[in-house]
């Protein structure tokens, strides 16, 4: 079983000061930070762009892991690699083509994310697995931080996992979207070993983000 790694996502966190939390975060044993973004078209929400993850790159070391939420995402791709992007996750309904996608993403040097939203079947993206880095499995629908979960987001996980076992695939499996302490042991359970939080992380216990990270580590 892969080390669970935690990404906690700063859509939660204070955007007057994002340079310090993201420090606490490192501090706090985060293995990566997740960056969502999102343009007002592919989904109901605005939040930042290339600057944004430029400005914060100088802040820590940690993986950007950036789940682009935009359309037409080709156009912008670049832009978020030069800023400082590590992993660099798209949806396939954004993109004219995943294929030549996925291999711009592979020429600039980054990971590559595809997303799959609660609707959106793995016989969308299940030609290109064996291309991709890591597999975001939305656990809510896009666009606002805050929401349920979805427990029917279980299975998708599970064929996921069996899927890599079988083809000996190497892609991470991560999980975003309403994760509690609760939850993350099923999804755990059910073969994700990257779990994206905010609100659980910054809210818990009293804001004890440590605390939060750890517990949401356990099995």
Known sequence: MKKIQISPSILSADFSQLGIEIKRLEDAGADMIHVD??????????????PVIKALRKHTNLIFDVH??????HKYIKDFANAGSDIITIHPEATDNLKESINQIKDLGKKVGVSLNP?????????????????LV????PGFGGQKFIPDVLKKIE????I???KSYKYDIEVDGGINFINSK??????????????????????????NIETLKEV
């Open 37 to 50: 973004v999102m343009d007002g078209h592919f989904v109901p929400n605005l939040t930042i762009g290339p």
């Open 68 to 73: 682009l939420m935009i359309s037409p995402v």
């Open 119 to 135: 609707d959106t079947e793995i016989s969308v993206i299940e030609k290109e697995l064996k291309n991709i880095d890591l597999i």
């Open 138 to 141: 939305m656990s809510v629908y």
């Open 159 to 162: 064929s996921l996992k069996k």
């Open 164 to 166: 890599k076992e079988e």
């Open 186 to 211: 099923e999804v755990i359970n059910a073969g994700a070993n990257i779990l994206v939080s905010g609100t659980t992380i910054f809210k818990e216990n009293n804001g004890n983000i440590k605390k």
